[in-house]
């Protein structure tokens, strides 16, 4: 190994090969092969279907895979049940013992391996402090608020210091302004105490928040996985693309491929230069993927020296406090979205002819939606 070099962590989980089907037709999950390294924060992110709690299900025991081999420390579990596993969880739900005080839901996982009484206390004590929620442990969970609920949740899965913890949608019930505080939390804890997460969620957005990686499902496959600025600033395919943040999209025919960019003719109208990212030559139909903060609006008969201009019509303008949408109808696109600086789209009127330009590189090649 070159000097300056880092060593990457060893993975502490690992899938090898796995399928899942529960109707012996349809697999949920197809031919999962993904590495987890120990201490890092990983989120299965996708829509609906698209297999990502199944492969945590998987990963905790309370599913067996159909094909394939699921490792933990380097050792096959997919036969092992889940309290033998050492992994802690958490639950959207929260999944509390309501009959229970705080400090004796914390310090259940710890009762179930026969923990001396001392040590108990110690941790639970410890686990309290960690949360914040010291002055609490005699109240029951019906005597809290959500947030409260979900860190005493969170409390519990540290408790008996699993090597992995398994984060199932826990911030779903909570409302915006909470559930960015405990992303914000559940971060500084993850960096804190050096624990692997594996995170799951629908929320673009949280995802790209909380995760050293992500990895992108849909269709019961990974479409990439990759650090958060990576799967935004190059998505491998228009589903990525589409998922990760807020994209325009113009689809179009290339006409010519030149090293890493390609010149588009717009179904629409007008052609532009592209990276030439998913496309498969010259006559090939592809989707154009440009970010709504990388376009900026040309007045009427003002000249730009671009190489992307392309006419526009005003369709609406949206304000929203630290930043404002142009909404523009572009070849084709009636929904076509610019984001402004605050006050910037208070000369735009609806129906005003505009220009929007764009910078090659900021335009994403990709296979057609």
Same mark, same amino acid.
């Given at each position: 190994?070159?000097?300056?070099?880092?060593?990457?962590?060893?993975?502490?989980?690992?899938?090898?090969?796995?399928?899942?089907?529960?109707?012996?037709?349809?697999?949920?999950?197809?031919?999962?092969?993904?590495?987890?390294?120990?201490?890092?924060?990983?989120?299965?992110?996708?829509?609906?279907?698209?297999?990502?709690?199944?492969?945590?299900?998987?990963?905790?025991?309370?599913?067996?895979?159909?094909?394939?081999?699921?490792?933990?420390?380097?050792?096959?579990?997919?036969?092992?049940?889940?309290?033998?596993?050492?992994?802690?969880?958490?639950?959207?739900?929260?999944?509390?013992?309501?009959?229970?005080?705080?400090?004796?839901?914390?310090?259940?996982?710890?009762?179930?391996?026969?923990?001396?009484?001392?040590?108990?206390?110690?941790?639970?004590?410890?686990?309290?402090?960690?949360?914040?929620?010291?002055?609490?442990?005699?109240?029951?969970?019906?005597?809290?608020?959500?947030?409260?609920?979900?860190?005493?949740?969170?409390? !519990?899965?540290? $408790? @008996? =210091?699993?090597?992995? /913890?398994?984060?199932?949608?826990?911030?779903? &019930? %909570?409302?915006?302004?909470?559930?960015?505080?405990?992303?914000?939390?559940?971060?500084?804890?993850?960096?804190?105490?050096?624990?692997?997460?594996?995170?799951?969620?629908?929320?673009?957005?949280?995802?790209?928040?909380?995760?050293? !990686?992500?990895? $992108? @499902? =849909?269709?019961?496959? /990974?479409?990439?996985?990759?650090?958060?600025? &990576? %799967?935004?600033?190059?998505?491998?395919?228009?589903?990525?693309?589409?998922?990760?943040?807020?994209?325009?999209?113009?689809?179009?025919?290339?006409?010519?491929?030149?090293?890493?960019?390609?010149?588009?003719?717009?179904?629409?109208?007008?052609?532009?230069?592209?990276?030439?990212?998913? /496309?498969?030559?010259?006559?090939?139909?592809?989707? %154009?993927?440009?970010?709504?903060?990388?376009?900026?609006?040309?007045?009427?008969?003002?000249?730009?020296?671009?190489?992307?201009?392309?006419?526009?019509?005003?369709?609406?303008?949206?304000?929203?406090?630290?930043?404002?949408?142009?909404?523009?109808?572009?070849?084709?696109?009636?929904?076509?979205?610019?984001?402004?600086?605050?006050?910037?789209?208070?000369?735009?009127?609806?129906?005003?002819?505009?220009?929007?330009?764009?910078?090659?590189?900021?335009?994403?090649?990709?296979?057609?939606?």
């Amino acid at each position: 190994m070159e000097a300056g070099m880092v060593t990457p962590a060893p993975a502490l989980v690992r899938f090898s090969g796995i399928q899942k089907t529960y109707d012996g037709e349809h697999l949920v999950v197809k031919n999962l092969d993904l590495d987890i390294r120990k201490g890092e924060f990983i989120t299965l992110l996708g829509p609906s279907g698209s297999g990502k709690t199944t492969t945590l299900m998987m990963l905790a025991g309370f599913e067996v895979p159909t094909h394939g081999e699921i490792y933990l420390a380097g050792r096959p579990i997919k036969n092992m049940p889940p309290h033998k596993r050492d992994i802690g969880m958490v639950f959207q739900n929260y999944a509390l013992f309501p009959h229970l005080t705080i400090a004796e839901n914390i310090a259940f996982p710890l009762s179930v391996r026969k923990t001396n009484k001392a040590d108990v206390q110690e941790r639970v004590g410890s686990a309290l402090r960690m949360i914040k929620m010291e002055n609490l442990a005699h109240r029951r969970p019906g005597q809290l608020s959500g947030g409260q609920q979900q860190r005493v949740a969170l409390a !519990r899965a540290l $408790v @008996f =210091n699993p090597q992995l /913890v398994l984060m199932d949608e826990p911030l779903g &019930a %909570l409302d915006k302004r909470l559930r960015e505080q405990m992303q914000l939390e559940i971060k500084q804890l993850h960096e804190t105490m050096g624990i692997t997460v594996v995170y799951v969620t629908h929320d673009q957005s949280e995802a790209l928040t909380m995760s050293d !990686r992500i990895a $992108v @499902f =849909n269709d019961g496959i /990974v479409q990439q996985i990759d650090k958060p600025d &990576a %799967l935004y600033e190059h998505p491998v395919n228009s589903f990525v693309a589409h998922f990760i943040g807020e994209n325009n999209v113009l689809a179009g025919t290339v006409e010519t491929v030149d090293k890493d960019y390609c010149r588009v003719a717009l179904a629409g109208g007008g052609t532009v230069t592209a990276r030439a990212v998913n /496309v498969s030559g010259a006559g090939a139909s592809t989707s %154009l993927s440009v970010r709504p903060e990388r376009i900026a609006i040309v007045p009427e008969g003002t000249s730009s020296d671009g190489p992307n201009r392309l006419p526009a019509k005003v369709q609406n303008t949206i304000y929203l406090g630290d930043h404002a949408l142009a909404v523009l109808d572009v070849s084709g696109n009636a929904e076509f979205m610019v984001k402004l600086q605050p006050g910037a789209h208070d000369s735009l009127t609806h129906g005003a002819n505009v220009s929007v330009t764009f910078r090659p590189e900021d335009c994403l090649a990709l296979d057609p939606v």
